[in-house]
Structures are given as C-alpha cells and as structure tokens.
C-alpha cells in the first residue's frame, strides 16, 4: 500500500503558538520523509526531510518527530508566525522507488 | 536556470481541445516528475522519467494522457480531447541524484 494519511485537513494556531501536523504511512519499505510547504499561486518548496535511521531532524524552529513502530511522523513548528500560513505536506518515498507519495494536505492558518 | 520552469502558467482551453504543457528542469537534474493537483487536493502522480525513459507511467489517468522528455531535459505533457475534469494544476518537478525533488510553479489549465 503506497498511502500517505494526513491530519488535520485545517489547523488554525495563534502566533506564537505551536502548530503540529501528523502523518501515517503503511509501507514499510519507505524510508524518506519530507514535508513540502506550499503557498498560493506556487509551487511546493521542500521544507524539513527525515529519514527512519533517527527520531526527530529540527531546523530552525521547524522539527519532524519520527516513530518507526507506529509508522507515523509528524511536523511541529514552535513559535508560529503568520508568514507560515500556508499548505502543508507530508510525503514519503522508498529507495529505488523514486516518486515521492503525498499526503492529503493541511491548510495552516495563523492569527495574530 | 535556476529552478523548475513551466509555461503556459495559465491555460484556458475548451473541452474537446488538445493541450501541451511543457517544463524545463533544473540544469543537470536526471530525474523529471509530472503531478497534477485539483482545487484543494493533495498531489497526484502522474509520470516519472530518469532521462528521456519513463519507467513509471503509472499515474497517468487515461489514454488522452500522454508525456514525452527529449534530450534528456524538456518535457511536454499533452492532453488530448480535454475534458472538463482536467482542469487542476499540472506540476513538473526534477530532480539531481536522491529523493529530494524541486517544483516549478506549475500550469493551471482550465477546461471550459
């Protein structure tokens, strides 16, 4: 199964707050986590990426907390600001497999 | 260039007619993706080529689909006898070695 579940589809967080956005994966042969952030009118931008050797890659105020054995990760963005409203995914992929499966999406909304 | 570029950035078109999309990866990149993503969904796979082969056409929704890449660097995505329920954003993506992959802006196609 090459699904990549998402949640929440909406989030809105006060500035300043902690935005958290989770995923769920069933393939076990993935083994590449990135999160794409995507503004109106744009294309994705690769944000924050993640592989199962570790658990947990921060940069910056954005983290990806990973959980092997429950197959999920998640993003946590500290400190949100309204320049992070945007469209959030998630993704995974496996080697040899070179397409990258997405999630649904999250519609991050930030207020002052 | 310096990024993923596509053109048209927006297309209107009516049913019934025939659409090309082009993109120009990233200098040097081997690998080029096709994504489609309706209003408000995540993204969809479309086509995967690593040089001008496409190894994984898979997601190609039907026979009027159809996407070719030359010289190992363009690539044009052609939709034959459009229908309305083509109308979403056509994203092209390449990338180098690795999983990670860059957007472009993407093509929006409206089909009226």
């Known amino acids: 199964q090459q699904q990549v579940k998402q949640s929440p589809q909406s989030l809105i967080v006060q500035k300043g707050g902690i935005s958290i956005i989770n995923c769920a994966y069933e393939?076990?042969?993935?083994?590449?986590f990135p999160w794409y952030q995507q503004f109106p009118g744009k294309g994705p931008a690769l944000l924050i990426a993640?592989?199962?050797?570790?658990s947990e890659k921060k940069e910056g105020r954005f983290t990806i907390s990973f959980n092997k054995s429950a197959k999920q990760f998640s993003l946590h963005i500290m400190d949100s600001q309204p320049g992070d409203s945007a469209t959030y995914f998630c993704?995974?992929?496996?080697?040899?497999?070179?397409?990258?499966?997405f999630g649904t999406g999250t519609r991050l909304t930030i207020i002052p | 260039g310096a990024g993923v570029s596509q053109s048209p950035s927006n297309k209107v078109t009516e049913k019934g007619k025939d659409v090309e999309l082009r993109c120009d990866p990233i200098?040097?990149?081997?690998?080029l993706y096709w994504y489609r993503q309706s209003l408000g969904q995540g993204l969809e796979f479309l086509i995967y080529?690593?040089?001008?082969?496409?190894?994984?056409k898979s997601g190609l929704p039907s026979d009027r689909f159809s996407a070719e890449r030359t010289g190992g660097s363009v690539s044009t995505l052609t939709i034959q006898r459009t229908q309305q329920e083509d109308s979403a954003v056509y994203l092209c993506?390449?990338?180098?070695?690795?999983?990670?992959?860059?957007f472009g802006e993407g093509s929006w196609l409206t089909v009226v």
């Open positions: 993506a390449s990338s180098a070695d690795g999983p990670t992959i860059y």
């Open positions: 393939n076990t042969a993935f083994d590449y």
């Open positions: 993640i592989r199962p050797d570790v």
């Open positions: 993704a995974a992929s496996d080697f040899g497999n070179e397409k990258l499966t």
């Open positions: 200098s040097g990149h081997t690998a």
């Open positions: 080529f690593q040089g001008n082969s496409a190894p994984d």
